[in-house]
Every structure is written in C-alpha cells, then in structure tokens.
C-alpha cells in the first residue's frame, strides 16, 4: 500500500523547526513495508491544507498527517478532514474527561478553547494521547485511510508506535519483517566499505545503513508472504553483519540503546558506575540515567566545569590542571580516579573538552575532547577530535564516552 | 512572491535523512520576504519527479529544488526540469573544466557519469559549487523562477547565501520582519487565552503561538516595504505583549533560550549556581552549561540518584529521606541546602521526582516532581504533577526547574 505524509504548521514552513516527524513516520512506514511516494508541508492554512489531503488521497492509500490537532485557532487538520469527508464532529466524552483530568492534575484553570480537542469527526477512532491533551484519530474514508497526529514528537513517537503501528499492520498484508545491527565506535563509511558487496547484491532482504551520532544501525529488512519466510531470509544477513562486525555490535534488539547495553552489561556482572563531567555537563548521566533501573547502577555524577570545582570535587590537584590544563588527558584521567574514590564505584567515566564556540586554541582546538575510563585499577584515556557546533560536539562525547566504557568493561570481564 | 520547496530524494523519503536543507532554505526564504505555502519531498522517479515540479509552477513564483543533481542515473531534478521547459542540455565547458580540476586535486581518475553533471539548460545560469562537483542552476521560465541546488548541506548552504541570495534579493522587494516574545511558566492555551483579542484583529502584523515544553513563543510578524516600516508595525504588539505577560516574558532577542537568560541574569548580578539532581539526572546542568559562558555562573552539579548518594554526597538526613521518602518537598530542600553548603554557591535548586515508568504509588504518582530553590536563605519549594512518558516528565521538570529558579532570583533582586 501507498502511504503519504502531510506534516501541517506553518512553524515548518517558516524553518522555525525542522520536521523530525516526517524522518521518523518515514521510516516506520518502510518499516511497515508501505511505500512512500511524496511528503507534503502546508501551513496552517484552511484552503491550502483541504487541496493537500484532497491530492494525498487521490495519490495514496494511507494519509498521515501531524501537526495542527492542538487548542488554538490556528490548529484546522481535524476541521479540514471532517469537512472533506463531511463529517460532523462530535464531542468525545472520554476525550473531555482525559482533558479535564489532566488539568486538574497539574492544577491549571482549563480555557474554554482546549474542549476544541475532545471534538472528533463522527464515526472516527480515537487514539488516546498519553502525553499531551490532544488525541490522535484514525479515520476510515470510501477510499482511503486517514490518521491525524498530534505535532510533538514525544506525543507523536508514543503514539504512533502504540496505536498506528497496530493499524497499519491490519492495512498491509505482505509482511515486512526486519533487524537492525546496532554498532558503536565504527564510522559511517568505513562500515559501508566492510559491507560494500553485501549491499551491491541486495534486493530483498536489503541492508540500509542509519548513520547516528557515534552510531551506525544496519537494518536488514526482507519482503515475503509469512513472517517466517521474511525471517528466513534476514537471519543469515544479520549472521553475517555480526561476524563483520565482532565486538563492535552492541545489540540487534530494537529497544535497547547504547545506553541500556552499557547499564545491562555493568548490571549483568554487578558493577556500580559512577561519571565525572565537564564540557557535556551532565548529558553522559542524563542518559545513563534515562535507561530504566538505571539507580542498581547508577552511583553517583558529578559535574564539574570551573577548573576550581574539579580540585575541590574531584580532587584534580592543581598542578596538573596548571601543567596539561583542564583538557588534557592527565586532567581525564585525574577526573575518572576522583570520582571512583569519591563514589567507591567500580566503575567511572570522565569527559572534559572543548565544546566550542569559544575556549578554542592552536595546540587545543574546538572539538578535543578527553575520556578517561577507570576499572580495577587500570585506566584507560582517549582522545577524539570531533566536528560540528558545540551541541554536536557534546552529543559525540557522550556517545564516545559509553562506547569506550562499554569497551573497557568487556575488555576486563574477559580477563 | 511566493516559493515552493522541492526535495528530491528517496533517502528523504526512507526517513534515512531528516531534511535539514528545507528548514535551512525556508527559514531563509521567510528572512528574503517571500512567502512558502508548500515544500514537497519526492523520489528520484522522473514521473512524480515532473508532477510536483509542475504543481510547484502552478502554484508559485519561485520553485527550489534541492538533491538530484549527482552523477548518478538516480539524479534526475535537471532532467525533468529540462524536459517540462523543452530546453536542451548542452556541456558547460566552465563546469567541465572545474570538474577536471577537482578530480585532478583529488587524484582521483573521472568516470563517464561526472560528466553528466556539465550539462546545463540551454540559457539557464551556472552557479558554481565551491564545495562539490555538481553546479547549482538557475533558469528563468515563462512565468517563474527556478533554482536548481546540490542536495548535500555543505554544498547547498554556502552556495545558497552567496548565489542564490542576491537572486531573490532582486526579485522580492518587500521585507518581512518578525519579533519573538518568549514566555515561560504560562500554559500555551492560557497565554491564547490572554492574547485572543490580538490574534483575532491580525493581519499585518500577525501573531503566532509556538508550544515548547513549559513555554510559549509569541512570533509578531509584518510586511512591508521597507524594514523600518515593518519594525513599526512590530513594535507596538510586542509592547503590548509585554505589558500582558509581564514578567513571564524571559526575552525577546531570538537567541535567546531560557537557560541563557537564567546564565545571563546570574551572571549581571554576580551569583553562583549550584544543581542537585536526581530524576533528571543532569539534564538540567547539561542544559545550562550549553549555554556559553556558562562557566562563570555554573559551580558545581550532582546527579544524585540514589537515596545513599543524596546523604553522602549532599548530606540529606536518612530521617527525612525515611520519614518523607526521597520524593518529597522536605527532601527537595534539604537537597538544595545540602548542594549550597557543598560549593558555597549563592544559588541553588534541586530537582527529585517520579520519573517513572515505574515507581509510582498512590500517594506519588509518576510526574510528581518537587523542585526547591534556595537564595539568600530562603528556600522556595514547588509541587508539580507532570504527564507524559519518562522523557518528557525529566524535560518538563527541567524547565520548571529554571522558570522556578528565575523567579526565585527575581524576586531576591526585587528586596
């Protein structure tokens, strides 16, 4: 089946933000085996809106639209479709009750304009939104499927993966079935040339490559009649990639990240985990910390930016931050034996480098960054040499950081 | 005038790739005056290919396209252009002399395919690729204008400000203005509700809401002949948004984020921060050291997740972590009191809440989040009940986080 997205928002029009939405629902829809001729963005825009869902519909079976389902005037996705399809829309009991509930959770006065979003075009199913106030809502039209998201990816992803997920499986027949291959600390290209004439032979299953921060996802996706017959044909691959790959596969399960693979593994061989941060202040720890049952792990983190709060936390003595400076391998490595005897954790973690824009010099440029791993005694440091703005350089660190803690600890349980 | 977007590409299409490039043209474009009722993604499929360029045509003055342009058979945006405007392709001998070039630095040798990329609409202008092989194109057709660019960012960007920039310049006189008025600790719906009147007498200039988490985005935009006229138009909205939102307005420059004005407010009055985190894990540190400059306000931040860190690391006393439990206002204090007396801050706040998924009772649910704030000796203690998944409650208290904490401190300037 055909599948067309429309994002709505005249915030995307205008490059206020950048349409995150459209990547993501484009590649579930893969995903879900629905082919993906064109994405369409149209403001907030009644006229406008009603000509894109009128032309999405005569070019595809399934339209998903994000964005506009919100409280005020401006949000006409819900009015656009009822009115095409002429259906009324209808006050949904449960909707109002959600919407009434959460308000008076968080203690807020509702204004008369949020009842607009327990409005649901008559005969549609709701989808509730566990995040938001606005819910979603799947249509069924004469020709075409129809489903109206809420506009924030937090509302957006979670929904999506609950409620659509399970219509669009109804809707496609042919089944898709696919794994990804996640790996750390290998580059975007150099994985490609190792998998080069695995990709030059690919139709089905085939092998796309995600490059994410720090990350490459292989996914093998295969067509066939039967799951079994799809997983038939993806298992060899995925064998295969693993091979290639070695150590530097962290998982193939969807649901775990770098982050959970590196709590799992210290939680696996009871192992306590503690990270001192400087120029990423505070990401390494809010991520770690953002995998669940992450506190059996978890000790402590610290963050320490000023080069005076790195003497007095982490006991970095002066000399060292005046001889190598706050970024310096030495000041890593100070930093990592710090917060292991200040915490008693078995493991530690250190970052300390330079983010950008600023702070930048000849021998010490933007983007040196420092890492430094401690375990059983022995310590392990890094340097990286990372490009991009400052909140790209920070993002890399943080995923280098799990990569090389990841490392470490295999490299000690092997002992 | 108005523009259309085109990008042509199935990676867009595969969600392989977020689409940067329209953000990045958009935002541009809206800064040239001109206005964008559409952008449009589409494979490298030559039928489709042609279908959205001719929509495009009949519905704008200036079409873009980006992606297409490569050496490859895939690459097609030249052709389909060339094909509906009935022109000719013929070698750009200047082209083909810098592809020369280029491959002779590299030493790499040419293939056949490079060639392609010389080709040119007969009439149509070269703009040179300072960073690629592809040149962009501009062709002016009967009755619009259309820009042919590179698909990587890094060709396309440079080539845009410095080629295509002055094109439009020429061709839209009108200026667009716009100001922002960011609002933080007002609920999107209330702060429509404060600003109806406005946003219904609207039209030029117009008033448009945005929803971050915890704050909203007030965008005045006008129209004019001229900047100065559209900055009188601007002005005296913004005033008056101002005036209603009162001190809830944080900023009004554009680069402004909340966690820069809290540094920023810090920083003028000489105080120190210090953070002590627990269900956010260092988010909130990590989002106020982004912020450059940072570490001249920025002590010291703990992630204290477990209830032994928070005693031995900011000394809350085991009876209050008993008797009240770790998420209660009494352990929010004494976390905030703990943090200042470790670093000598002037400033500090605490966060501790159900982040959830699990965790939740019937007395503390999950969202419920107490963040304190201490100044000066007072300490300021706030109740929240977020919604939403774990991410979303961590970002919620985040910003509640700084809201609470710049009021704190406004209010201590206030004495």
Not at 4 to 14: A, F, H, K, P, Y
Request: hydrophobic share 40%; glycine share 8%; proline share 4%.
């Amino acid at each position: 089946m055909v599948v067309e997205l429309i994002s709505v928002g005249t915030e995307i029009l205008l490059g206020n933000i950048v349409n995150t939405n459209a990547a993501y629902l484009a590649e579930k829809c893969a995903e879900a085996g629905l082919s993906c001729y064109y994405q369409t963005v149209v403001g907030d825009n009644m006229q406008r809106l009603k000509e894109s869902i009128e032309l999405g519909m005569s070019r595809a079976d399934i339209l998903i639209l994000s964005g506009g389902l919100g409280p005020t005037q401006d949000d006409l996705t819900k009015e656009a479709v009822a009115e095409l399809l002429n259906l009324r829309l209808v006050m949904d009991d449960d909707t109002r009750e959600r919407i009434q509930e959460i308000f008076e959770k968080r203690n807020l006065e509702i204004t008369v304009n949020n009842w607009k979003q327990a409005l649901i075009p008559e005969g549609a199913t709701v989808l509730d939104n566990a995040n938001g106030t606005a819910p979603g809502i799947y249509v069924k039209a004469e020709k075409n499927h129809i489903v109206l998201l809420p506009g924030p990816p937090n509302e957006l992803i979670p929904m999506f993966e609950e409620k659509v997920v399970p219509i669009l499986k109804q809707l496609e027949t042919s089944v898709i079935y696919s794994r990804t291959v996640k790996i750390c600390g290998v580059g975007e290209s150099k994985a490609e040339t190792i998998i080069m004439d695995l990709m030059e032979l690919q139709e089905n299953p085939t092998i796309a490559p995600y490059a994410k921060t720090g990350e490459v996802h292989l996914r093998v996706t295969a067509k066939a009649d039967s799951k079994e017959e799809a997983q038939k044909k993806v298992s060899p691959i995925v064998k295969e990639l693993k091979a290639r790959f070695g150590d530097d596969v962290y998982t193939t399960d969807p649901t775990v990240t770098l982050e959970k693979s590196v709590i799992e593994l210290l939680k696996k061989h009871d192992l306590t985990l503690a990270t001192a941060e400087s120029c990423t202040g505070g990401l390494l720890s809010a991520r770690l910390i953002n995998v669940e049952g992450a506190s059996k792990v978890f000790k402590a983190g610290m963050v320490t930016y000023s080069n005076k709060s790195k003497r007095k936390i982490l006991g970095v003595k002066k000399p060292i931050l005046t001889k190598f400076g706050a970024v310096s391998k030495e000041t890593a490595v100070s930093m990592a034996k710090g917060i292991l005897s200040q915490t008693q954790a078995d493991v530690s973690v250190a970052i300390t480098g330079v983010a950008g824009p600023d702070g930048g010099t000849e021998n010490k440029p933007v983007g040196l960054v420092y890492i430094a791993c401690c375990i059983d005694g022995i310590t392990t440091t890094n340097e990286y040499q990372f490009s991009g703005n400052r909140s790209k350089i920070r993002e890399s660190s943080v995923v280098a950081a799990l990569t090389l803690l990841r490392k470490c600890v295999m490299k000690e349980l092997k002992k």
